[in-house]
């Protein structure tokens, strides 16, 4: 009469194929994590360009935001953002103006292997942000 459960090898073998599985998901997981972090820090971009352009229509002052170095800041030296990590590109100085139009551009946020676009539209001032 055999006894109910299973035999050693019926055990090592479960666990041979859930280690395999967990071997070839975890390298995803690290991709998908960096690429969740690239859209929040864009995201966050995107919030704070949004509220400088808030912040001319209700001051009634042009508010222009720069590149320098690593990081963007106003001409009036407040930080929009800053990283360690990441780096953003600018091409040119993006004006919010007090009838909240823009001038327009593009920014991408990168790192060595990955970017993510930002995009200002120049007429609506609506800002989108791309996929990494």
Same mark, same amino acid.
């Given at each position: /009469?055999?006894?109910?459960?299973?035999?050693?090898? %019926?055990?090592?073998?479960? #666990?041979? #194929? /859930?280690?395999? *599985?967990?071997?070839?998901?975890?390298?995803?997981?690290?991709? /998908? #994590?960096?690429?969740? +972090?690239?859209? &929040?820090?864009?995201?966050? !971009?995107? %919030?704070?360009?949004?509220?400088?352009?808030? $912040?001319? !229509?209700?001051?009634?002052?042009?508010? +222009?935001?720069?590149? &320098?170095?690593?990081?963007?800041?106003?001409? /009036?030296?407040?930080? *929009?953002?800053?990283?360690?990590?990441?780096?953003?590109?600018?091409? %040119?100085?993006?004006?919010?103006?007090? =009838?909240? +139009?823009? =001038?327009?551009?593009?920014? !991408?946020?990168? =790192?060595?292997?990955? $970017?993510?676009? !930002? =995009?200002?539209?120049?007429?609506?001032? %609506?800002? +989108? *942000?791309?996929?990494?």
């Amino acid at each position: /009469m055999q006894r109910p459960g299973y035999t050693l090898v %019926e055990l090592l073998v479960v #666990i041979a #194929i /859930m280690a395999l *599985v967990a071997a070839l998901a975890a390298p995803a997981a690290g991709h /998908m #994590i960096q690429a969740m +972090t690239f859209r &929040s820090q864009a995201s966050l !971009i995107a %919030e704070k360009l949004h509220a400088l352009q808030m $912040e001319a !229509i209700q001051t009634q002052q042009a508010i +222009t935001v720069v590149r &320098s170095s690593t990081d963007l800041k106003t001409t /009036m030296g407040r930080s *929009v953002f800053a990283s360690d990590v990441l780096s953003v590109r600018a091409p %040119e100085p993006i004006a919010f103006y007090p =009838d909240g +139009t823009t =001038d327009g551009g593009h920014l !991408i946020l990168y =790192d060595s292997s990955k $970017e993510v676009p !930002i =995009d200002i539209a120049w007429l609506t001032g %609506e800002i +989108t *942000v791309g996929t990494p």
